[in-house]
Nanobody, 124 residues
Framework: QVQLVESGGGLVQAGDSLRLSCAAS????????MGWFRQAPGKEREFLAT????????FYADSVKGRFTISRDNAKNTVYLQMNSLKPEDTAVYYC?????????????????WGQGTQVTVSS
């Protein structure tokens, strides 16, 4: 089993960038397909990006494609989400998740393990 801890959230202005980190312990991130989700108040948890276990292929939601980049550093056992050109509507709690399957998963129910989340607030 893997434990996930997110960090890097904060308060930024529209147009700024942030890099979120998801540090894993217990098992290596290369053993899992990793994903990032977010949840704004009153809304469902939204898929953002995933990097697959085998080969490292990435896939993004249309809402963040071209602005967000997911990456994985196996040596640091950490997954990142680089977020550029942030908008007020990006304000949410951001979660890192892991799943055993090497197939594409874009629903929160596809994932087996979750971090506690980190708050991102984008002011206009």
């Amino acid at each position: 089993q893997v434990q996930l801890v997110e960090s890097g959230g904060g308060l930024v202005q529209a147009g700024d960038s942030l890099r979120l980190s998801c540090a894993a312990s217990g098992r290596t991130v290369s053993s899992y397909s990793m994903g990032w989700f977010r949840q704004a108040p009153g809304k469902e948890r939204e898929f953002l990006a995933t990097i697959l276990r085998s080969g490292g292929s990435t896939f993004y939601a249309d809402s963040v494609k071209g602005r967000f980049t997911i990456s994985r550093d196996n040596a640091k056992n950490t997954v990142y989400l680089q977020m550029n050109s942030l908008k007020p509507e990006d304000t949410a709690v951001y979660y890192c998740a892991a799943r055993w399957s090497g197939n594409l998963g874009t629903y929160y129910s596809n994932y087996d393990y979750w971090g506690q989340g980190t708050q991102v607030t984008v002011s206009s």
